[in-house]
């Protein structure tokens, strides 16, 4: 139960990207979307301004339909979209999983636009039993290496799941 889950001190000298895995993330209030923001001071100040970053996401929908949601000068990354552009959130309730996946942080250790990605699955909070999949792409807006990483839910804490982090060397 913890309102942030942060990763701080990536290693420029060690490590060229990262990936991040998720399993099982539940949110503690059902409905909620899961943000990530970086920082290029060790977590001392996530970068959560104005402006600080643009995403876009490709979702499903409730009606098996697929949405495009996207902002360009956002206070957070969006993993599943705005409100999920297909009204679906990420569910807490009874048989209901949570959000996993993967997530690439390219070129964190450059002093320049961190580009990032990802691939999740989640289940909604419409108790349906549906599976959603979120795909996208965002971009730290600064010119800045990222060290730190910052994971949170839109409200409330997340409950309970698993995040690991790997860097990818370049050899």
């Not at 996401?57 to 009606?63: E, K």
């Not at 999983?97 to 990605?117: C, E, N, P, Q, V």
């Not at 795909?135 to 990222?146: E, P």
Request: aromatic share 8%.
């Amino acid at each position: 139960s913890d309102a942030t889950i942060e990763f701080t001190g990536l290693d420029a000298s060690k490590y060229d990207a990262y990936v991040v895995v998720l399993e099982n993330v539940i949110p503690a209030t059902d409905a909620q979307e899961l943000y990530l923001r970086t920082d290029s001071d060790g977590g001392a100040s996530y970068d959560a301004g104005a402006g600080s970053y643009s995403w876009k996401t490709l979702v499903t929908a409730d009606n098996n339909s697929l949405q495009v949601d996207e902002d360009q000068s956002d206070t957070e990354i969006h993993l599943i979209g705005a409100g999920s552009a297909g009204g679906e959130m990420i569910g807490s309730g009874t048989n209901e999983d949570g959000l996993s996946g993967r997530i690439y942080i390219d070129g964190a250790h450059l002093t320049k636009r961190t580009h990032i990605t990802w691939e999740v699955t989640f289940q909604n909070d419409l108790t349906t039993d549906q599976l959603n999949i979120s795909v996208g792409t965002a971009m730290v807006l600064a010119a800045a290496d990222t060290d730190a990483i910052q994971f949170l839910m839109s409200s409330g804490n997340i409950e309970s799941g698993t995040f690991n982090l790997y860097g990818l060397t370049n050899a």
